[in-house]
């Protein structure tokens, strides 16, 4: 189906954009092309046309460590809008893609009226199978950390994790606690974690 198509695709656009390249992002062929920017009615072409709109907004969001959005930002980000061109997708049509990155796991909404999101271009869990390699490839298991030590301290400014948004911290932690291998506290400066 579109789920797994474009999950495959933005792994393989992931791959081609690393994260420590130049700033500048590589966009696909598609991106140059006006027809893109018109969601297909045709069954087929639209799928495919979805799934280089998930891949797109995946990459990109991983480039550019994109933060929580709302549906107007999301519209004037060169994401939606190739200024170039003068071209940018529909409202409408953004939420179309929104939807389908939702359907894969890849995006939350943020709010009951679906205003604002965050692109997931990895899933909580996978962030927290990440730290958490990095918990026990330094020896560092029943140690307590606080939040800001994790994304913004010293000894993680190597690892992808480092500068994460504190809200897919969380999220990330939480599904470590639910597999026992950490545990959210609450410190004197904030909340830390606690890890088993």
Known sequence: GVSTSCARAGRKLAEVVPVSAAMSFAWPWQYSFPPFFTLQPNGETRQKQLAAWCALALAYSRRQRLPAMTLREAQDSPLFANRRLQRKLPPEAIQ??????RKNGNLEWLDKNKTS???MWRRPEEWGKLIYQWVSKNGLTNSVFTLY????GDDTANEEFHGLDEAMLLRALQALQQEHKAEIITLDDGRGVKFF
């Open 96 to 101: 179309v893609v929104l939807e389908e990155l």
């Open 117 to 119: 999101f965050m692109i």
């Open 149 to 152: 030590e994790l994304i913004s």
